[in-house]
Antibody, heavy 122, light 109 residues
């Protein structure tokens, strides 16, 4: 079954870091770029970053550069999103999403994980 | 505030058609392809339109897309109650980044 399975919800204190995982299955892991998108409570979708699982190449939205790191482990077909210096505004559901086009980064997100709720609270 | 502007809400009665706009600039919507997503409450978004007007397998032909200049549009015809959801447009924003519109809540009256 083609799917992205994300790790469970997290509760963190301000200033802490969180690492969310996204495990791909049912397709060739290295063939499709993966993106991260977040959604704060009651708010819209916000694009954060992408990774090329084949090369490990990444890029990030300007507002997250320096604070978010996307990595992958090809041996287990998993993508990781590491977000540091958490603030209350980082409370959101974080989604991983696969790019539709094999081998390309076209920004059409055809397969989504169920999302991981990260709550930042003192 | 997103670089792509969508109406906050639209509504229509069952069987009618509604159109949701997504307005950007020549640096995003006007210059690149657009995709659309449907999101029901508490669920992950669903991919419904790509490359401006193409539908992924399984998406009903009641959903269609178009683009004119810096504005892309999603039209849903023959509205069903199950179409009530939030809708988002997305496109390339330059410098290898992407952007979503602010989202539109569709209410089926």
């Amino acid at each position: 079954q083609v799917q992205l399975v994300q790790s469970g919800g997290e509760v963190k204190k301000p200033g802490a870091s969180v690492k969310v995982s996204c495990k791909a299955s049912g397709y060739t892991f290295t063939a499709y770029y993966v993106h991260w998108v977040r959604q704060a409570p009651g708010q819209g979708l916000e694009w954060m970053a992408w990774i090329n699982p084949d090369t490990g190449g990444t890029d990030y939205a300007q507002r997250f550069r320096g604070r978010v790191t996307i990595t992958r482990d090809t041996s287990v077909g998993t993508i990781y999103m590491d977000l540091t210096s958490l603030e209350s505004d980082d409370t959101a559901v974080y989604y991983c999403a696969r790019d539709w086009s094999s081998g390309k980064n076209v920004g059409f997100f055809d397969l989504w994980g169920r999302g991981t709720l990260v709550t930042v609270s003192s | 505030q997103s670089a792509l502007t969508q109406p906050r809400s639209v509504s229509g009665s069952p069987g009618q058609s509604v159109t949701i706009s997504c307005t950007g600039s020549s640096n995003n919507v006007g210059g690149y392809s657009v995709s659309w997503y449907q999101q029901h409450p508490g669920k992950a978004p669903k991919f419904i339109i790509y490359d401006v007007n193409k539908r992924p397998s399984g998406v009903p032909d009641r959903f269609s897309g178009s683009k004119s200049g810096n504005t892309a549009s999603l039209t849903i015809s023959g509205l069903l109650s199950e179409d009530e959801a939030d809708y988002y447009c997305s496109t390339y924003a330059g410098s290898y980044t992407f952007v979503f519109g602010g989202g539109t809540k569709l209410t089926v009256l």
